[in-house]
């Protein structure tokens, strides 16, 4: 008999991008995406938004990826909007154009971060308005000494709460800092970033992608349905009073505990050996 369910997955190892790089490891568990404009240091376009989009919000379909890095080519991860493909073409929009237009743009927040997979994000270089968003709403983040992150909007006249800046980023640096960022919109270091806690990590140049790869991978290899609820419950109770997280830990651990993942990791602990993870 076949599972419904598990038949409306697929393999997303062999899929095809147009307006940036889609690749996958040998069994497919690790996804990385690469915004592939070096020469303009990646910008994103209407295009590469709505593309992003709509592969992140399919992702919870994917039989095999388990984990994704988000990284740019060259040496840079990505300059945020294109100024000309992008910017111009707003200024000449009316209001219910520009309303959709933000509208699509925070809709890539929200489905990197409804997306199951850990989203392990590896900056190298410029990494500034929509770039440092994409940066922020990852799980986890590596950067190279060189990365330079800037919330830049009000360098161009824009307010700092874009694509959920106002209310993520103080998340993860605290208030003060936060502020200081979107206010004045200047670049925050590789060194002020990790000290901070934007950065778990940083790694040189050389080595900085092919670490983030293998986090992704250890992550892929683990109890992945696990990690989806962490991620899940990391966002959900954002907006919770105490009595209504401990409650939702309560029945997410009750689910967690009802997979043969934990009854594996139980026999292998009491056979001295390595659990082997299925996902369910």
């Known amino acids: 008999m076949t599972n419904a369910m598990l038949d409306k997955k697929r393999p997303f190892k062999g899929h095809k991008a147009k307006h940036f790089l889609f690749e996958t490891d040998a069994d497919g568990r690790v996804a990385t995406i690469t915004l592939n404009r070096p020469e303009r240091k990646n910008p994103l376009t209407f295009e590469s938004y709505e593309e992003l989009g709509d592969l992140f919000r399919s992702l919870h379909r994917a039989s095999d990826v388990r984990a994704?890095?988000?990284?740019?080519?060259?040496?840079?991860?990505?300059?945020?909007?294109?100024?000309?493909?992008?910017?111009e073409?707003?200024?000449?929009?009316?209001?219910?154009?520009?309303?959709?237009?933000?509208r699509m743009t925070g809709d890539l927040v929200r489905q990197i971060r409804a997306c199951p997979q850990p989203i392990i994000a590896a900056v190298d270089g410029i990494c500034a308005g929509a770039g440092a968003i994409l940066a922020m709403s990852a799980d986890y983040r590596v950067?190279?000494?060189?990365?330079?992150?800037?919330?830049?909007?009000?360098?161009?006249?824009?307010?700092?709460?874009?694509?959920?800046?106002c209310g993520i980023l103080p998340r993860i640096i605290g208030q003060g800092r936060a502020a200081e960022l979107l206010f004045t919109g200047r670049s925050m270091s590789a060194a002020e970033g990790h000290a901070w806690g934007f950065y778990n990590a940083l790694h040189e140049r050389p080595a900085m992608l092919a670490e983030a790869q293998r986090f992704a991978r250890n992550l892929a290899d683990g109890p992945w349905f696990a990690h989806s609820m962490t991620k899940k419950m990391l966002d959900q109770?954002?907006?919770?009073?105490?009595?209504?997280l401990i409650e939702?830990?309560?029945?997410?651990?009750?689910?967690?505990?009802?997979?043969?993942?934990?009854?594996?990791?139980?026999?292998?602990?009491?056979?001295?050996?390595k659990p082997v993870f299925e996902g369910n």
């Open 143 to 165: 950067a190279t000494p060189e990365a330079k992150t800037a919330f830049l909007f009000t360098r161009v006249g824009l307010a700092g709460a874009d694509m959920g800046a």
């Open 68 to 87: 994704i890095v988000l990284a740019g080519a060259g040496d840079n991860f990505c300059s945020g909007g294109d100024v000309f493909e992008i910017i």
């Open 89 to 102: 073409p707003l200024t000449k929009m009316a209001m219910p154009e520009l309303l959709a237009f933000t």
């Open 248 to 273: 939702s830990e309560a029945q997410a651990q009750a689910i967690c505990m009802a997979t043969g993942d934990f009854r594996r990791a139980f026999e292998a602990f009491a056979a001295k050996t």
């Open 237 to 244: 109770e954002w907006s919770m009073g105490i009595e209504e």
